[in-house]
């Protein structure tokens, strides 16, 4: 088994034998999700106008929730130091990381999806819409939290620094994507917002994990 | 034949400088103990040798190889303070894991070096549940998987018995024998012949 694979199902494992690190984000964004229609209208034509906001924006949250853990606990234990001086390649390392990371958050984000966006009056196009988006960019999101992450490993109490450095490089995710649901809802093309966040995961597939690499040595030396 | 070379090197940390010009050389089979006082500079040479930090200046290659490069990295392994465990993986997953971003391994060789740490029952116990001392052993059980050429050990006799230090000091020795390299830091005293000691 190659250090990918190992990694990756390391990774996995260790999370799924310890839930809380991957439940407690996916709660909250069902819970956030769900509060919305309590404090504001339950009126149809209301949430449905705001889903695509509400949904984005908690999805981010949550995203951002869990990346604190992504390089922490292997930080504190010392394992990360033994995949800095590896002989393998440490953004191969980091990727399989990163891609754990998306399996146990961005993944269960989507299956969530089409019910969280039924409680909000989504028609079934926009919620197929929604899941799209969700598809290209929550990838996206772990890549690039992924080098945050890697900026701030060796930092007590850095969830505050975490936000400021990443929720800016959120943004055009945010906008391409409730764009496209939004548009969606009124039947308008959403060629242009699918093509945008399709190569926003391109370009941080094949920078993040270089990026993130160089960060993590730096903040190691 | 391995042969670590260490020249001209310069360490500072804030604005303190730890050591400066200090130069080396190991051939196959010698065991180097660095020693000095606490904040001398032992962890930040060691993590040097190892890639991890960089030094102000000076140049360290193993047969040549600079450090940072594939075949330096392969070449060495580095055991440092903290226990590079994950309390979430079994004894044996946690030792399959970090030998595996060093050199490969057999899963019988890991059933080996466990029971040559005196873990023999404990390849399924959780790094959680373990104590101080038996943390070391699972991370010093490294030593009888890697084929690693240069070991580098920081502290590896804390928290272990009288028992555990005579394996390990046992297996250092047999890997120089084996035309290995070792180079540890310690405060303790050590039964490993033909020492050499490093001051700082």
Known sequence: MNIFTKTLTRDLKMSLRNPSSFLNPLLFFVIAISLF???????????????????????????????????HYDYDNGVLEQMVISHHSLPLILLAKTISHWLLTGLPIILLSPLLG??????????????LTLLLATPSLSLIGAIGASL????????????????????????????????SQFNLPINGQIYFLASILLISLMASPFVSAIALKTSLD | MSKLIVSDLTCQRGYNELFSNLSFELNAGEILKISGANGSGKTSLLKILAGLNSAESGKLSINNNKVGSYDYQSDILYLGHLPALSPELHCKENLDYLTQLNNSNSNQELDNALKNVGLKNFEYEYAANLSAGQKRRVVLSALFVTQAKVWLLDEPFTALDSNGINVIETQITKHCDDGGICILTTHQECNLPGLRILNL
């Open chain 1, 152 to 183: 701030i490993v060796g930092i007590k109490n850095s969830g505050m620094l975490l936000s400021l450095l990443i929720l800016p490089l959120y943004i055009p995710i945010l906008i391409f994507a409730t764009s496209a649901v939004s548009q």
């Open chain 1, 37 to 71: 229609p309590l404090a504001m209208s339950p009126d149809s034509h209301t949430l449905s106008n705001i889903a695509p906001g509400i949904v984005w924006v908690t999805c981010m949250l949550s995203v951002l929730l869990s990346l604190n853990a992504l390089f």
């Open chain 1, 118 to 131: 039924m409680t909000l009056f989504l028609d079934d196009k926009s919620i197929y819409v929604l899941m």
